[in-house]
């Protein structure tokens, strides 16, 4: 069965950078759209940043386009996010995620078929 596991949240200042990992399992992940989301208390989850495990083509947010990359290594079967420059605004729980191909407005409303249990990212001002 597919695991994705988060890991890398933590306590930072605004301005400053953290990487989150996942280490996904259980499959092969090639043709797969591999995404992260988040979600900020008192909030609805959203779609943070995605990237297709084949060919590594990026979607993201407007709100962290400039500051957070998204990015993969098959050889460890992990994907990443960098994020800079944080703001308290990106304080949430960030979720790894998992699907088959398939559109991009699909991916941004979450429509993923394996998540993970999330890590905390907190920004403090």
């Known amino acids: 069965q597919v695991q994705l596991v988060e890991s890398g949240g933590g306590l930072v200042q605004a301005g400053g950078s953290l990487r989150l990992s996942c280490a996904a399992s259980g499959r092969t992940f090639s043709g797969y759209t591999m995404g992260w989301f988040r979600q900020a208390p008192g909030k609805e989850r959203e779609f943070v940043a995605a990237i297709t495990w084949s060919v590594g083509s990026t979607y993201a947010a407007d709100s962290v386009k400039g500051r957070f990359t998204i990015s993969r290594d098959n050889a460890k079967n992990t994907v990443y996010l960098q994020m800079n420059s944080l703001k308290p605004e990106d304080t949430a729980v960030y979720y790894c995620?998992?699907?088959?191909?398939?559109?991009?407005?699909?991916?941004?409303?979450?429509?993923?078929?394996?998540w993970g249990k999330g890590t905390l990212v907190t920004v403090s001002s």
């Open positions: 995620a998992a699907a088959p191909h398939r559109i991009v407005v699909i991916i941004r409303q979450g429509g993923m078929d394996y």
